[in-house]
């Protein structure tokens, strides 16, 4: 059985850091590329990083660049999102996305609220 399981959501100030997790299993960890996505309300998902199965390669969305990192720990069959100097705009529902040329996957979102 497939599950992702996203934690380290929470209520951040402005300016403050937060940083999620991702727990995988049920598939092979190391051969998928993970992302994390983002949901305000109102607004459509968008993609924030993402990182290629082996972490060698990243990217970002322009409105998180130099702000967040991504990386993973096949080991752990874990992937990370380090979130620094959050602002009011990054509060969202963040989901945790695995991702094959055949298959893709889901977590249940955790909530970041930044707000003073």
């Known amino acids: 059985q497939v599950q992702l399981v996203e934690s380290g959501g929470g209520l951040v100030q402005p300016g403050g850091s937060l940083r999620l997790s991702c727990a995988a299993s049920?598939?092979?960890?190391?051969?998928?590329?993970m992302s994390w996505y983002r949901q305000a309300p109102g607004k459509e998902r968008e993609l924030v990083a993402r990182?290629?199965?082996?972490?060698?390669?990243?990217n970002y969305a322009d409105s998180v660049k130099g702000r967040f990192t991504i990386s993973r720990d096949n080991a752990k069959n874990t992937v990370y999102l380090q979130m620094n100097s959050l602002k009011p705009e990054d509060t969202a529902v963040y989901y945790c996305n695995a991702d094959s040329p055949k298959y893709k996957y889901w977590g249940q979102g955790t909530q970041v609220t930044v707000s003073s």
């Open positions: 049920g598939f092979t960890f190391s051969l998928y590329a």
């Open positions: 990182i290629t199965s082996g972490g060698g390669s990243t």
